[in-house]
């Protein structure tokens, strides 16, 4: 029922609006900007996802860097990038003296699913391949 709500503000918004130009482009930006509702504990709660949803309606006209700034820091990507609980080298050090490793996976996921991608594009948006055929990677 909770799910349906969500559903029902969305879309009350995007018929009655009078700036349809800026809901569709948020809508757009949202198909790529995407969440996973199975990654986020708490999929019930409308508040959080119609927040982040105005986050790409604020930024409809503005440039990505800005958007992807934005949501970055949103508690909804937070969890399902999994950098919620994530704690800094030095925080762990201070705190219990063992030297730990950074949690790389937000940056990686930044850039794999929303900036470069997993391979590198020529200018014309044609994968890069090596001699043999396989696609060169855009990062490893």
Not at 18 to 37: E, F, H, K, M
Not at 103 to 124: C, H, P, T, W
Not at 126 to 139: E, N
Request: hydrophobic share 35%; proline share 2%.
């Amino acid at each position: 029922e909770m799910d349906n709500q969500k559903h029902v503000v969305w879309t009350e918004v995007n018929l009655k609006s009078n700036d349809q130009l800026r809901q569709r482009v948020a809508w757009a930006l949202s198909q790529i900007l995407t969440l996973v509702p199975g990654n986020i504990n708490g999929a019930e709660r409308t508040e959080m996802y119609t927040y982040y949803y105005d986050i790409l309606v604020r930024h409809a006209f503005g440039n990505y860097r800005d958007i992807l700034g934005e949501v970055s820091f949103s508690p909804l990507m937070a969890e399902h990038l999994s950098y919620l609980k994530s704690k800094s080298h030095s925080y762990v050090f201070s705190n219990s003296n063992m030297v730990s490793r950074a949690d790389e996976n937000y940056a990686r996921e930044v850039m794999q699913l929303f900036s470069i991608g997993l391979v590198k594009l020529n200018k014309d948006g044609t994968i890069q391949v090596y001699d043999s055929g396989v696609p060169l990677q855009a990062y490893t």
